[in-house]
């Protein structure tokens, strides 16, 4: 028998037609965007895919892939643009291992690095851990192709951290008062902290603080929420938080005193390639460094990582315009 197709038939067939057509094309069109979209990605976190120049007066500022480090690189492009430089930015490009050799290659003119840190990646055998004595170390370690302005007071290290009730149950105000209650301290801090020298063995030889390993809790989020919750709901007496984290001020938390620099020092400090390195970017960023208090970097990373959830670029520009950074050095 015979099949006879009618013209409304045959105009829907054309009409599914068209529409499995158009469906098609918006399907290969938006393939194509969400892969440029992820080659841009990546292009922006790899600041090695293409050499850069030290020709010219233009400024990279770069990055590494947290908030603290994305917020102060962009209050660096803020004053540098204030007093007259053409800037452009590559943030979030991750690790030190990525970001230093981008500095030697030019790919970025300035990055925020922390003195501690940065000594540790430039010298592995340094041990240094005053902020004086990383200072001068690190001056030495930078080479040829580095070097750094002057040092911000404000630092984001490792802190052994407690309750405001232990502190006053304890009259604790120092690691060292600490130590006469080890037996009975349980520390909260990441696995590899029981074996590094500045973990569990630097706080027994330098503050006799000892802590047995059952009374060693592992936390695996480097002193974020989970420990901060930890320590607040009383599953552990002290922990290992880093002192710009904002949740020190939101709970009431007491850092105790470093006297004895167990924590190396990790004052915030502008990296530059040494080629881009001039007195008018230095005194700018010097400026802006001298600002950079503990505290403002507390509030800075309070504002971005917050509940307000401020973009860092904007939080960046606020807090230069509040510092008076907003008009040219000198």
């Known amino acids: 028998m015979k099949t006879s197709i009618t013209p409304d038939a045959a105009r829907h067939g054309r009409s599914a037609l068209r529409l499995t057509l158009r469906a098609v094309r918006f399907i290969v069109a938006a393939t194509a965007l969400a892969a440029a979209m992820i080659l841009s990605a990546c292009g922006n976190s790899d600041p090695l895919a293409s050499k850069g120049s030290c020709e010219g007066d233009g400024l990279i500022v770069g990055s590494a892939n947290f908030p603290e480090s994305e917020t102060v690189a962009e209050i660096y492009a803020e004053v540098l643009r ?21 500095v030697r290659q030019c790919a970025i003119s300035v990055i925020p690095e922390y003195t501690g840190n940065l000594l540790q990646y430039l010298d592995k055998n340094a041990t240094a851990t005053s902020a004086a004595d990383v200072d001068g170390a690190l001056a030495k370690a930078l080479g040829s192709e580095l070097a750094i302005g002057t040092p911000a007071p404000g630092e984001d290290s490792d802190a052994v951290v407690v309750t405001k009730a232990t502190a006053e149950r304890w009259n604790l105000q120092s690691i060292a008062d600490l130590a006469a209650h080890s037996a009975e301290v349980k520390f909260g801090a990441p696995a590899e902290f029981q074996e590094r020298p500045g973990g569990l063995p630097g706080l027994k030889k330098n503050y006799n603080l000892d802590i047995a390993a059952n009374n060693f809790v592992p936390i695996a989020d480097g002193g974020g929420p989970a420990t901060v919750r930890a320590l607040v709901e009383g599953q552990v007496t002290a922990a290992d938080i880093f002192t710009t984290s904002p949740a020190i001020t939101q709970n009431n938390l007491v850092v105790l005193a470093d006297p004895k620099h167990n924590f190396a020092a990790q004052n915030v400090v502008p990296l530059f390639n040494a080629a881009k390195k001039s007195d008018k970017a230095l005194a700018a960023l010097n400026a802006a460094s001298a600002k ?13 990582s917050g509940s307000s959830k401020t973009e860092p670029k904007a939080a960046a520009a606020a807090w230069v315009a509040a510092q008076g950074l907003n008009t040219p050095t000198g």
């Open 292 to 304: 950079l208090t503990t505290a403002e970097l507390i509030k800075l990373n309070e504002a971005v």
């Open 82 to 102: 204030v007093n007259g430089f053409k800037v452009e930015t590559k943030l979030n490009i991750g690790s030190r291992e990525a970001y230093v050799p981008a």
